[in-house]
């Protein structure tokens, strides 16, 4: 057993991505019964419609789970308190810098585990009491930073002595594998994920993302200040002519307005915003999430073995 499974009482050092307006409290339950972290997404949720979701994945699971809070949501002072209150397990974060929660989340006992795109951002997490930190690189689904995984994990590693949760990139077993051999404790994986078959968005995103290449996906509204990669379709071709236009902020951001929604919800392929990571080029299959997880975890011990793919 490895450090992150002994500490958080789970079989495999592997977390859900948040997957705002996706990860719902069944879906978390899904996860964490299938062996991982299931992380309910508090993005896209009412504060009271959180609280729902995190009632209805303590009645679908004996096993930890986690909420993730996206710091870019209007009423994420009050998602936030409810996560305290309700002493879920562990706390993510991402899109943002959460020190201002911590002292309130570990004084209800949370584990908390940031999402940091950089050095500086990890330093300053673990400065501020988190368990450990997440190292998400640009290959990444949905909100992205500048570095990469391969960059990003062995120089966080280095700067901190929490454990360092490597994110970006990883959909098999010798991706985790190389994780690893970064010096991550565990893995965070969000779009092997969005073809699970307990995930619930419409089929018609599911679909895309096996149909996805490797060269599907690219990264809108780095002008804006909001990178974000999601499948190529016709939204974010027309998204990126505009800003390549330079088209006003708020111009674009009504654009995308409602557009992960339209992805999630009707299954809008060529409207709606396909959040996706690099890895959706390999993502071929829909499967149940314990299969997924298990193949992930077998594909590790193989490729530790020397035994590729
Ligand atoms: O947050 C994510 N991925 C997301 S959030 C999301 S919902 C959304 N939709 C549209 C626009 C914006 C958000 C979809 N996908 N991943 C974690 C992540 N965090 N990626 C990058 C960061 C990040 C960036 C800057 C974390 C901290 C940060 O710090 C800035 C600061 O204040 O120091």
Known sequence: ???????????????????????????AAAISNAGGLGIIAAGGMTPEVLLENIRRCRSLTQKPF????????????????????????????????????????KEAGCLV???????????RMEAAGADGVIAEGTESGGHVGELTTMALVPQVVDAVKVPVIAAGGIADGRQLMAAFALGAAGAQVGTCLLVSEECPIHTAYKEAVVKAGDTDTIVTGRIAGVP?????????????????????????????????????FDGDVQNGSLMAGQVAGMCREIRPARVILEELWEGYLRAKEGVYP
Not at 2 to 22: H, K, S, T, V
Not at 115 to 123: G, H, I, N, Q, Y
Not at 235 to 247: F, H, L, Q
């Open 113 to 123: 585990f940031p999402v940091v795109p950089s050095v500086a951002l990890a330093r």
């Open 228 to 264: 974000v990669r999601i499948l190529k379709n016709k939204m974010a071709r027309e998204y990126v002519k505009r800003e390549k236009a330079g088209a006003e902020k708020l111009e674009l951001e009504q654009y995308t307005l409602g557009s992960l929604r339209k992805a999630v």
């Open 66 to 105: 986690g909420v993730n809070i996206m710091l870019m949501h209007p009423a994420v002072e009050e998602q936030a308190e409810i996560a305290a209150r309700e002493q879920v397990p562990v706390i993510t974060t991402g899109a943002g810098n959460p020190g201002k929660y911590l002292p309130r989340w």
């Open 1 to 27: 057993m490895g450090y992150l499974n002994e500490r958080l009482g789970i079989r495999f050092p592997i977390f859900q991505g948040g997957m705002a307006n996706i990860a719902t409290g069944e879906f």
